[in-house]
Every structure is written in C-alpha cells, then in structure tokens.
C-alpha cells in the first residue's frame, strides 16, 4: 500500500505526497513512516533529484499521530515495554533527523538537498514535527487550518522531535503556549510566532514550494543547531536569563497543574536538560521522558479515554445498528432562554433548519439575538466571515406561532423545569408536528419515563441533556425512557454528531448519570466547611487532585439558587428516605442570604462589580467555624473523589450506564473529573480495586454509609479484577 506517493518534475524535484487510503484526515501509522522513510531514501539515493517537497494530497496535512502505534511498541517490545517505546521513538527521530540532514557532509554542512514543507491545511502533532524537521515551512492561507503540537491535551507531549527542534528554534519561553499548552494556531500566528516560515495562497503552495527550493543554497538548508556557534534563543539552564525562564516555567505549570499532570512536568523536565547538550543528544533526552510518561498509566488512561474512546463514541460505537441514517433535516427548539438559544446557536451553525419558539416575541427575538453575539465576536477575531453570519442567521426562525414547526423530524424542548410546563408543551407540539418527529426533553433531572407519559408517542420520547454554555460544553447525555425506541436513540445520536458533540447514552434514572455524580461532589464540599473543614483547604485539596474547579467554586458556577431547588424537590421526592446533611444548611443558609452565585456576585466566594471572582466568603469561616485540629490532605481528597467515584459505580451496577467509556468520557467532558485519570473507571483501575475497597471501608467506618463500597467493586477487589478488563470494549468482543 501506497501512502506517500512520489514524484519527480522536470526540474529534479521530488514532491512526497501524503495520502493515507480510506481518511479523509491524514494520520500517521507505521506503514506511513516505512513508507516516507522509503520515499527519503529513494529521494537522497537518486542524483538526477535536486530537492524535496514534503506535502498532503487531503485537504490537511495531518491530524497527528494514530496512537495505537504506541500501543504497538509496547506489545511488540513483550516483557521490556520501555525499551520497545524508547527505540520506537528513536526510530522516529531517525527519521525526522533525515529529513533534515539527508545527505549532508557532518562535517562541512555541504551537499544535502533543500527539504520544504507545503501543508495545505491543519497539521497537527506528527504533522508539524515533520515540517519542523524540513528546511524551510509552506502553509496555505487556509482559514479553516491550525498549525500546532496538542498532545499535552492527551496526557503526553510531543515526542517525535516535537518538543527538541521547537525549543531549538524559538527558546523555551516562547515555546511554552505551544507545548504545555497545545495551543493550535491559524497559519498567519503561526508565522508571526516563528513555527513556519511562509503563508501563500492555496493555489501558489507547491509552485512556491518548488521556486525555494530551486534557489535554496547550502547555507539555507543548514539548521540553527547543527552551526558552528549556535546558542540556544533566551539563554540555555545555566545562563542567568535561562535560569530565570525555567524558574518562572516551573512556577507557572505548577500553578496550572497543581502537580496533577505528569506530562507537564516530564515536559519541563526534558526542555531543561536538552538545553545544556549537543542537539542529538536532546533528541534522546526527549525520547527518555517520552518513554516514562507513556510507561505512566496516566497516559494511556488519558490516551484511551480522551482520544480512542471519545472517538468510538463520536463514530456511533453504541447507536443502533438497525437503523438506518436518521440526519436531522429541521429542528424545533421550544423555549428561547440561554439553553434553547445556545441550542439553536450550534444546530444553525451545523446548517440545520432552526425555529426557535418562545412565548413572547421579544423573548424568542432575544434568543436569536444570543447566535448573532457569538458570530459578531467570531467575526472580530476574524474565525466568522460576514457571509458565514448571513447564513447561520438565515437558519434561525425565532417566532411564537408553533405551526411554524411542521416538517420539523426533532424537537428539542428546553422550557422550564417543571413537569406540568413541559407535560402542556409536549402535547401541544405532537399535534402539529408529524408522526416520525422525535421528541426530545432538554432536562438535568426530571425522569425521563415520568415525562414520556404526556407523550402519544413514548417510543419517539427521549432526553437530551445539554451542559451549560452549550456552544463551549462537548457532551451530550442522552436518556433513555422505558419506553424509548431505538430510532429516537439513533436521531439523538445523528443529531449529536451533527452539531459535533460528544454524546454518551444512558438509561433513566435520578439525576441520570452526569448530576448523579457531580451533586455529591459539590455537597460534600458544603459538607465539609460544616463540619469545620477550612473552605480554603476544601478548594485546593480538589485541584491538586486535578479537578478544574472545587466544589464550592463549582456551586458558585452552576448557582446555588439552582442547588437550593434541587435539594427541595429532591426532599419532596425522597421524603423520609432523603439523606440530610450539614451541606444542606450551607446551601439554605447562602440561599436565604441572596448570596446565589457568580450571577449576583456573591456565593462562597465573594467578587467584583465586573464578576470577577475574589477570596472566599470570609462569612464562611464565621458562621462555621473552622476546627483547631483539620483534616489531612489524602481524607479530603478521598472524600471528594469517592464521592463522585462511587456514583460512577453504582450507575453502572444499576444498568444506568451501559458502557464504561461512556462513564469515563462523560465524566471528563461534562464536569471535568481529573483529566489525568482517564475518568472514574480508568481512575479506580490505575488505583486497584484492593485499595479503592481499602479507602472506602475507612470513609464508611469514619463518615457515613455513602461511601459504602458497592457489592460489584468489592466482588471485582476479591477476585482481582478491573473495569476495563472485565467491562472494556475486548472484554465484551470476546464474551
């Protein structure tokens, strides 16, 4: 199999074309890099080729690296996996450093042949590491393309010379966004950032490509590092202007990590040690500290939750399979608040057929309004054209006559959280819409299977659960009712990947999946500053466990007026059976003191006229008392991750959850759960179901039957079993 073709022009240039059969986006596999290396040597081996151009036949260059490849090092390398990963790498570095040098003399820098690099669109990961490794850098001005190095967002960084040539290039400062980040850049930053060279119209990037490498001269193909004299941009670790940037560096992913993310700092500890050696040398050093993330299972938890299992999810791995292509053509969106706006904002953005419904025009106008706000600030930061916003706009029908949503094949209601307000709506809408309309109720926690009753078609009748702001949120969850059929999953799903979410689907259950475990992380939280637990230490011990905000921060975000309202119904709906706790005092006590959030600027945490957010609330502390004796560091952080975990559990115990990469995705995306764990279940696997039993049988013992062990962990911990071994994807294949 052919990947990257090549091709020889009268003038005696090479051009290597990537184009991986059967992707639309080019990623790399280890018949691609057998086969570049191949085309290199055909390329440096024949006389009569004078350059090379390095270039996709996609509409991209590359979207990275196909991560089974590493998968693949290990297993191959058997009882040694470090090895295998560590001599793969180098293999890869090999490579790249061809590129570079092909057949120049070591010792005089002279006779090597000029390699160019012409990405027509987005290279991303392994993409960008081969054109860093080219002499001189062509991308097309592509709006759509983003030129950038993301595999810290994955739980590693880049390792095929990636990280080496791009501290070489620009120091390590400047490198930082780009690295630790993985921020991607559109073509022109790119430029002005110093990773590419040059931006040209689409239809001039291999002409331009060709013309440079024509006229490129022995010193043009000469890297900075392989000179004589070179020195490293901002000062190498041991000179005073580099000692300060690794201090500042150190300061600054410690704050943004918290110490959570091994990546982050196997990353900063490879760029200070690569800059005290000789260019080949750093290339090893790279390939080390990538070998010992990938070695960390944080890495492959991240690797598989955040890339392998986010996309099966993504490609319908659990839609129906019987049912055939269910697109959605026109979407009703009942209900014009900042749910449904955000809602109709993403479906017109997809180019489906939007008619927003409100009660008053003036409200559905406002909602319509919501869409034209996010393409004004796309349009100032030159993402949107004004062509673009004429479109999305021309989607959206923003009315109160509900007529206007005949020929609708959805409806997604977002009205308000009330069982008869949306009983009323449902059968209002079935009347006019047509009989294969699927019905769908935008709800965090009323029953799914309560609200179907309404409905004269409960097949048809399913939730679609949106977080908030929905234009920013990835997951969707969507909930099955008893009665819900599969055609309804399978539109939901259709419905999903059109407006390019991530959906997992659960069935019906309290809270369904996502809130069943985020309300008792937020209430232990609240809990603990009743019990006499420093807020501060409550905050902080959850961030160094790598959640992107604290309980009591998290609270603010969503609104304790909202906190307050669900513990209410779930009062009236539990009665005696409701497990009260201090944290309901905390939630009361704020409620009734109108101190409701980020929204009124107040909450546990107090801020500014502008909402920006300052100390926490020194009430807090005055109201509860913080004890003289505080709780160490590992009980909190147990607490506040059990909390969650065991929700995790239970769901999936309970058939709420029918496929553990769904509780581990959803867990990341829809509220953030320690990222560098790969979710709960790959968490309680990196952990042991041993330990996990261990801590919760002394959570129990110390604070309460909530953190009972559920009866699957502990039948897992005696038989010494994990989630992905007996839960995973293989394991139900080979069932």
Known sequence: ????????????????????????????????????????????????????????????????????????????AG?????????????MHKLLRKIERNSMDAKTNKGGKPVAWASPGTAAGIGLEIGLACHRRFVADNPKAKIGLPEILIGIFPGAGGTTRLIHMMGVMAASPLLLEGKMLAPAKSKSAGVIDEVVPADELLSRAKEWVKSATDADIVKPWDAKGYKMPGGAAYHPAGFQTFVGANAMVHGKTQGAFPAAKALLSAAYEMTMVPFDTALKIEARWFTKVLMNPSSAAMIRSLFLNKEALEKGAVRPEAVDDQTVKKVGILGAGMMGAGIAYVSAMAGIEVVLIDQKQENADKGKAYSEKLLDKGMSRKKVTQEKKDTVLGQITATTDLQALAGADLIVEAVFEDVGVKAEITKEV????????????????????????ASVRPEQFIGIHFFSPVDKMLLVEIIKGEQTGDRAVAKSLDFARQIRKTPIVVNDARFFYANRCIIPYVNEGARMVAEGVEPALVENAAKQLGMPLGPLQLTDETSIDLGYKIMKATKAAMGNAYPAS?????????????????????????????????????????????????????????????????????????????????????AILGWGFMPWSGGPFSWLDILGAEKAVEICDDLTEKFGDRFE???????????GETFYGRFGPEAKAAA
Request: glycine share 10%; charged share 30%; aromatic share 6%.
């Open 1 to 76: 199999m052919t990947i990257f073709n090549y091709d020889v022009d009268a003038d005696g240039i090479a051009t290597l074309s990537w184009d991986l059969p059967g992707k639309s986006m080019n990623v790399m596999t280890l018949e691609g890099l057998s086969d570049l290396n191949d085309a290199m040597d055909k390329a440096i081996g024949d006389d009569a080729v004078k350059g090379i151009v390095i270039t996709s036949a996609k509409k991209d260059f590359a979207g990275g690296m196909d991560l089974n490849i590493l998968a693949k090092m290990r297993e191959d």
């Open 582 to 666: 201090g944290a309901d005092d905390v939630i009361t006590k704020l409620y009734e003191g109108d101190r409701l959030g980020r929204k009124s600027n107040a909450g546990f945490y107090d801020y500014d006229e502008k909402g920006k957010r300052g100390m926490l609330w020194s009430g807090l502390r005055d109201t509860w008392a913080p004890n003289d004796e505080q709780p160490d560091l590992i009980t909190v952080q147990h607490r506040l991750a059990m909390s969650q975990v065991l929700e995790a559990v239970r769901a999936l115990e309970e058939g709420v959850l029918m496929d553990i990469r769904e509780g581990d995705v959803g």
């Open 709 to 719: 062990t559920p009866a699957l962990l502990r039948e897992m911990s005696q038989n």
């Open 430 to 453: 079935e009347a006019i819409v047509g009989e294969d309309c699927i019905f769908a109720t935008n709800t965090s926690t009323l029953p799914i299977t309560e609200l179907a009753k």
């Open 79 to 91: 009882d040694e996996p470090a090895r295998g990963l560590f001599e793969g790498t180098m293999e």
